[in-house]
């Protein structure tokens, strides 16, 4: 179990900017960070996204000071805070950590676990503290129970508690939400986001879901492979994916391979005109490319080259899996469709919302 000690202050903790200048990390030889630039500025909500293995833990265990940096700065407020010099302990860090598996101490209450880190209080502060805490994440009442007698979320609550208890200048989550189901995910972080946002507390999110970082965060650094992808809000990722996957986890688009020909994109399911693309460059004609199309923009009409796979209801909109050359497309409306699995389909790409991959 790792046990994360936070350091002892009577004063209240004010936001901080955090920036990573030209970071990498190695493990047995293998990059899993490749000269990461990124700054998060005082009080903002940043998550970090990408697929296992990406590098998004390591790059939380350096902010904590549980990795020494092999190569690059991390400055907090201009002022260095770590390099491959300088690696000051956890401890003598402004920072708070809440982790997957919560880290709780087992055999202390809710009320001890959130206390910890709080010893230079004493008495009547300690205690308004504590149930402060409590009451802010919606606890009060779980405050003599021992965590082996609460959920899953129940214990994730604890865990913020605690860390929000020493006011932190720095809040580090790592995949907090993951050991709660998704209607009790959903309002965690929702909760989770307005207390933040309260405290104004200055706060770096891992997670794999691309869903719980564009609810979560003020902007969102895209991982992969260990290279910063992409950094922007979710409007930007969403209208203006950069990288294959942005534009398939975050923007919703589904990758089609075509050719030009003329003013158009020809593809297995149809042609889509050239002028939907915003080409940045000019494409010779018969030149292959990789569209991504969004599913919600593109609609059916009954008869053509398409088939009709499967259908599925999904509460507010039909999702649709569309064949045609040993390809697949999915569509998606909000109408329930007139054809059925198997009928032959054309795809009308006339409104779609489409862009350039590669």
């Given at each position: 179990m790792l046990?994360?000690?936070?350091?002892?202050?009577?004063?209240t903790?004010r936001?901080?900017?955090?920036?990573?200048t030209?970071?990498s990390?190695?493990?047995d030889g293998?990059?899993v960070?490749?000269?990461?630039?990124?700054?998060?500025a005082?009080g903002e909500?940043?998550c970090?996204l990408?697929?296992?293995?990406s590098?998004?833990?390591?790059?939380?265990?350096?902010?904590?000071g549980?990795?020494s940096?092999?190569q690059?700065?991390l400055?907090?407020?201009?002022?260095?805070?770590a390099?491959s010099?300088?690696n000051?302990?956890?401890?003598?860090?402004?920072?708070g950590?809440?982790?997957q598996d919560?880290?709780?101490?087992?055999?202390?209450?809710?009320a001890e676990?959130?206390?910890f880190g709080?010893?230079?209080?004493?008495?009547?502060?300690?205690?308004?503290t504590?149930?402060l805490?409590l009451?802010?994440?919606?606890?009060s009442?779980?405050a003599?129970?021992?965590p082996?007698?609460?959920?899953?979320?129940?214990?994730?609550?604890?865990?913020?508690a605690?860390?929000l208890?020493?006011q932190?200048?720095v809040?580090l989550?790592?995949?907090?939400f993951?050991?709660?189901?998704?209607?009790?995910?959903?309002?965690?972080?929702?909760d989770?986001r307005r207390?933040l946002k309260i405290?104004?507390t200055?706060t770096?999110?891992?997670t794999?879901?691309?869903?719980?970082?564009?609810?979560m965060?003020?902007?969102i650094?895209v991982?992969?492979d260990?290279?910063?992808?992409?950094f922007?809000?979710p409007?930007e990722?969403?209208?203006?994916?950069?990288?294959?996957f942005?534009?398939?986890?975050v923007?919703?688009?589904q990758?089609l391979?075509?050719?030009i020909?003329?003013?158009h994109?020809a593809?297995?399911?149809g042609q889509?005109?050239l002028?939907?693309l915003a080409?940045?460059?000019?494409?010779?004609?018969?030149t292959?490319?990789?569209i991504?199309v969004r599913a919600?923009?593109?609609?059916?009409?009954?008869g053509?080259?398409?088939m009709?796979?499967?259908?599925?209801?999904?509460?507010?909109?039909?999702?649709?899996?569309?064949?045609?050359?040993?390809?697949?497309?999915?569509?998606?409306?909000a109408l329930?469709?007139?054809?059925?699995?198997?009928?032959?389909?054309s795809?009308?790409f006339?409104?779609a919302?489409?862009?350039?991959?590669?």
């Amino acid at each position: 179990m790792l046990i994360v000690t936070f350091p002892q202050r009577s004063y209240t903790a004010r936001p901080m900017s955090i920036r990573f200048t030209d970071l990498s990390h190695h493990f047995d030889g293998n990059a899993v960070l490749n000269n990461i630039n990124l700054e998060i500025a005082s009080g903002e909500i940043v998550c970090v996204l990408g697929p296992s293995g990406s590098g998004k833990s390591t790059l939380l265990r350096i902010i904590a000071g549980l990795e020494s940096i092999q190569q690059g700065r991390l400055t907090v407020d201009d002022t260095l805070l770590a390099d491959s010099q300088v690696n000051p302990p956890p401890e003598q860090r402004s920072v708070g950590l809440v982790f997957q598996d919560h880290v709780l101490f087992p055999h202390q209450t809710v009320a001890e676990n959130v206390a910890f880190g709080l010893s230079h209080m004493q008495g009547k502060e300690r205690e308004h503290t504590i149930a402060l805490q409590l009451a802010n994440v919606g606890i009060s009442t779980l405050a003599d129970r021992y965590p082996h007698t609460l959920s899953g979320g129940q214990q994730q609550r604890v865990a913020l508690a605690r860390a929000l208890a020493t006011q932190p200048n720095v809040l580090l989550l790592d995949e907090p939400f993951a050991s709660a189901d998704a209607p009790l995910r959903k309002s965690l972080r929702e909760d989770a986001r307005r207390r933040l946002k309260i405290a104004n507390t200055t706060t770096l999110m891992v997670t794999h879901d691309p869903a719980e970082a564009m609810s979560m965060a003020d902007r969102i650094a895209v991982l992969v492979d260990g290279e910063l992808v992409q950094f922007g809000t979710p409007e930007e990722l969403w209208k203006r994916p950069q990288h294959s996957f942005v534009a398939a986890t975050v923007a919703n688009l589904q990758s089609l391979k075509g050719r030009i020909e003329g003013n158009h994109c020809a593809t297995a399911f149809g042609q889509l005109p050239l002028r939907l693309l915003a080409l940045t460059q000019e494409h010779q004609d018969k030149t292959a490319i990789t569209i991504g199309v969004r599913a919600s923009s593109l609609s059916l009409s009954n008869g053509g080259p398409c088939m009709i796979e499967d259908i599925r209801f999904l509460g507010d909109r039909y999702t649709l899996r569309v064949s045609a050359e040993n390809q697949e497309l999915e569509i998606s409306n909000a109408l329930k469709p007139t054809a059925g699995v198997g009928d032959a389909v054309s795809v009308n790409f006339a409104s779609a919302e489409a862009m350039i991959l590669e």
